[in-house]
Structures are given as structure tokens and as C-alpha cells.
């Protein structure tokens, strides 16, 4: 895991439920324009040209524990509604340069 000095990127893969690609893909794009999120870089935002229902965001955070924040503080205002148009729970990957 990186240490809290180590820029991390943070690649979020969320697939949405049959019928509701476009409310999905409105729930990532507002959740991403919207929400404060200290230690955020960049983010952008991606649309599978293999799977119209599959969507990621590939953010730059200035460290692993600033993006747990975020995620806490995301889940302690309650992220029902935007998960409600998913077909699973959002998966996420922390990753670090390797060369």
C-alpha cells in the first residue's frame, strides 16, 4: 500500500443495471462535478466501447489515505440513489507507477 506521501492513481469501474446506462453514466459525471474532494489531482471519466453499461473513472490522488477519506466521507453521506442504477457494487483498484 503506498505511504501518505505517494501519489496514487485510482481506477473505478462501475457497471450499471439493464435500462439505466444513461442514469449511470449522469450519477458518475454529477458525483465527480459536484463533491468536495481534497487530495483529488485530475479525474477522467471513461465509457466501455465494449459494453455500452460499463463505465471508469481514472483519478490522480495525492495519496492512498486522502482517497479512503474521500470514500469514507462518501459513504458516511450515503450513496444510496446512485447505487440503486448499478448492477453491482463500484469495483476500485490503487495503483502506483512502476516505471
Known amino acids: 500500500m503506498a505511504t501518505s506521501t505517494e501519489q496514487v492513481t485510482?481506477?473505478?469501474e462501475?457497471?450499471?443495471?439493464?435500462?439505466?446506462?444513461?442514469q449511470a453514466r449522469d450519477g458518475l459525471l454529477h458525483a465527480i462535478e459536484t463533491s468536495d474532494k481534497p487530495g483529488l489531482i485530475s479525474s477522467r471519466q471513461y465509457a466501455s466501447l465494449d459494453d455500452p453499461g460499463v463505465f471508469f473513472a481514472v483519478q490522480?490522488?495525492?495519496?492512498?489515505?486522502a482517497f479512503h477519506r474521500h470514500m469514507k466521507d462518501a459513504a458516511d453521506s450515503g450513496m444510496d440513489e446512485a447505487i440503486r442504477v448499478l448492477s453491482k457494487a463500484p469495483r476500485t483498484a490503487l495503483?502506483?507507477?512502476i516505471g
Do not use: P
Open 10 to 12: 485510482v481506477l473505478i
Open 14 to 22: 462501475i457497471h450499471a443495471r439493464a435500462g439505466q446506462e444513461r
Open 60 to 65: 490522480e490522488w495525492e495519496s492512498a489515505e
Open 95 to 97: 495503483l502506483r507507477a
